[in-house]
T-cell receptor, first 115, second 118 residues
Framework: DTEVTQTPKHLVMGMTNKKSLKCEQH?????MYWYKQKAKKPPELMFV???????INESVPSRFSPECPNSSLLNLHLHALQPEDSALYLC??????????????FGPGTRLTVL | AQKVTQAQTEISVVEKEDVTLDCVYE???????LFWYKQPPSGELVFLIR??????QNEISGRYSWNFQKSTSSFNFTITASQVVDSAVYFC???????????????FGKGTHLIIQP
């Protein structure tokens, strides 16, 4: 089973709201990722977690706060977002092979609109 | 730094035609992995294939085939007898060994929007 689930599918929030995106996988993967994808653009890496520890932060603004409570779950907490943060947020997971790339499996994404 | 170029922004063909999507990559690493993903309008990225830099064998999976040529740094994707359901954005991506020891993200090309007309 190569399934990554994400909730919610759609989210509309105001600039003063606090919301969270959730991602879950049960493939035993120990690497999890957040990507941001603007319309008609490729996905851009935001964060990487390896064994529940944040290993890569691609200079993402602090209004995005990731959290990995356990090996199956990944959250992205959102606060004081801007309209330009509206995008498709994709979660992915893979084996963590100690630096050797492995296939990343993606969830369906959360379409976020910031008003 | 890594770079992936998909020069074809959009391709439109009539159903049953064969179509090839081009992918050219740049990296100084000798060990790297190449991927193709399909993104239908629903948004989910669907994994299609992975190739490592030491395996230049071409691969065929049903109507899909991939041609990996290190000499030209290309990893092209061909769909034979295209179908309307093949309509999607296709991304080529590259990943190299992370010297820091942990997982790392993918470097994506800009994608090719494939339109199959009935």
């Amino acid at each position: 089973d190569t399934e990554v689930t994400q909730t919610p599918k759609h989210l509309v929030m105001g600039m003063t709201n606090k919301k969270s995106l959730k991602c879950e996988q049960h493939m035993g993967h120990r690497a999890m990722y957040w990507y941001k994808q603007k319309a008609k653009k490729p996905p851009e890496l935001m964060f990487v977690y390896s064994y529940e520890k944040l290993s890569i932060n691609e200079s993402v603004p602090s209004r995005f706060s990731p959290e990995c409570p356990n090996s199956s779950l990944l959250n992205l907490h959102l606060h004081a977002l801007q309209p330009e943060d509206s995008a498709l947020y994709l979660c992915a997971s893979s084996q963590d092979l100690g630096g050797l790339p492995d296939t990343q499996y993606f969830g369906p994404g959360t379409r976020l609109t910031v008003l | 730094a890594q770079k992936v170029t998909q020069a074809q922004t959009e391709i439109s063909v009539v159903e049953k035609e064969d179509v090839t999507l081009d992918c050219v990559y740049e990296t100084r690493d000798t060990t790297y992995y190449l991927f193709w993903y399909k993104q239908p309008p629903s948004g989910e990225l669907v994994f299609l294939i992975r190739r490592n830099s030491f395996d230049e064998q071409n691969e065929i999976s049903g109507r899909y085939s991939w041609n990996f040529q290190k000499s030209t740094s290309s990893f092209n994707f061909t769909i034979t007898a295209s179908q309307v359901v093949d309509s999607a954005v296709y991304f080529c991506a590259l990943s190299v060994i992370n010297s820091g020891g942990g997982a790392d993200g993918l470097t994506f090309g800009k994608g090719t929007h494939l339109i199959i007309q009935p």
